[in-house]
């Protein structure tokens, strides 16, 4: 891998600007130049912490090209792309448990921070709505789990409204306890935000448990408390994993999940960046939040923070959807997670390693081998997202002078791998942990670099 000593200086470069704007140089100068800042990037393919597609066919870069130029803003211009991005909310709401009869609104975003802002936005607007002269002051609050991703800290803050986080742990298993959180809520609590998908392990929070707890809360108080589900990446992960994979109304399937987002970008396979959230149904979307404007061809109405905004992730997204169809989400899926699966396994057998992430690694070889045993499957017997979340075993710093985590993470890095170490978010304890995301782009192959680029790593410790 480059670094930056490896770009300059050089008499090419110096014509590139830094801090102003120089002379006109010449395309292909400029381009080559640029093609040298960006050498020492990580090969994206190799980027294993990250969420966000980095594979992409032929086809699908073709539809990118010919769609790069077109705006989600121009719906009249661009009737082919409104009428893609009505499909795609269409098909979401029926993924995300949608009944036939009912009629979910939503929109594509930038993506899912863009759509935690709105749908907390929309949870203060239902409460403020429903407060009455005589209702005694309070700050509005939302409740949510240690483990909450930092955009909706940021999109609570930016609702100036209160978070309320209740520390998760390894006894809860890295996910929100719903008794834990009903102690929380008092009548200043516009929701509750629920996570599928922890961005640290991967595991899914149990949304069909705390709407349970909700009810009986509700017949007890009066208080009618509502979820936002953050799926960004489990909003395209959990409707494929059947029956067997404990997912059950964790969508608009239960009554108490009035929004959710997804990012497109991640296990939903469009490229960066392409969002979604969507309301259960026109109710729950406040009137105040839908704007119109007449800028361009006709009348738009719009629930986005931002106006202008690429289509081609709604092409693809579309793509995506269409070309695969249910099976071949299952299918990418699977694949997902027994990579996950095998690679977990690797990394325990060596003795050094524990995963702490929501695979199932139990004995699947005999399941595989018995067709009978319908979705007895690795993604299917899983509890979260296809990540590898390891950490090295009690003990085994004190085998290898100055070995832990980040020094692994950051050996990797100088091999040409990107895989972050992060401080699990449990409260008085400090657990590192380095994740690995078995997106679409990261196939055998690479699995297979990166196990050679740490058993690297780990003769290098051991001669030390």
Known sequence: MGSLADIRPSASLDVLPYGRL????????????IRRLLKPDTKPHHNLGSFVTTALDTHGEQLLLENYAKNLACRHEYPGIDELHSR????????????????????AVSGSSEAIFLGILAMKKRWMAGRTDRDTPREPNIIVGSHAHVAVPNGASACDVQIRSLQVSASSNFVVDPFQLEALIDDGTIGIVLIMGSTYTGHFDPVKDVGVMLD????????????HVDAASGGFVAPFLGKNGGCTQWDFSNSRV?????????????????????WRDRACLPDSMVHSSDYLMGQNESVTLSYSQPAHGVVLQYYHLARLGRLGYERIMEEAFQRAVDLGRLLEKTGLFECV???????????????????ATAASRSSGLPLVVFRLRPGVQRQFSGLDEQWISNGLMQRGFSVPCCKLPIGGMEVLVLRIVMRAGVSDEVCQRFVAALKSLLAVAEAR
């Open 258 to 278: 009035a929004s959710i987002n997804a990012s497109g970008h991640k296990f939903g396979l469009a490229t960066a960046s392409v969002g979604w959230v969507l």
């Open 216 to 227: 009986k809360h509700e017949a007890s108080t009066g208080r009618n408390i509502m979820i």
């Open 22 to 33: 120089g002379h006109e140089i010449a395309p292909d100068t400029a381009a080559s130049d």
């Open 88 to 107: 795609c909310v269409s098909i979401l709401g029926d993924l995300w448990g949608v009944s036939a009869a009912g009629a979910p609104v939503g929109s």
């Open 357 to 375: 992430d929501g695979v199932y690694r139990g004995p699947l070889e005999s399941v595989a081998s018995n067709k009978s045993q319908q979705g």
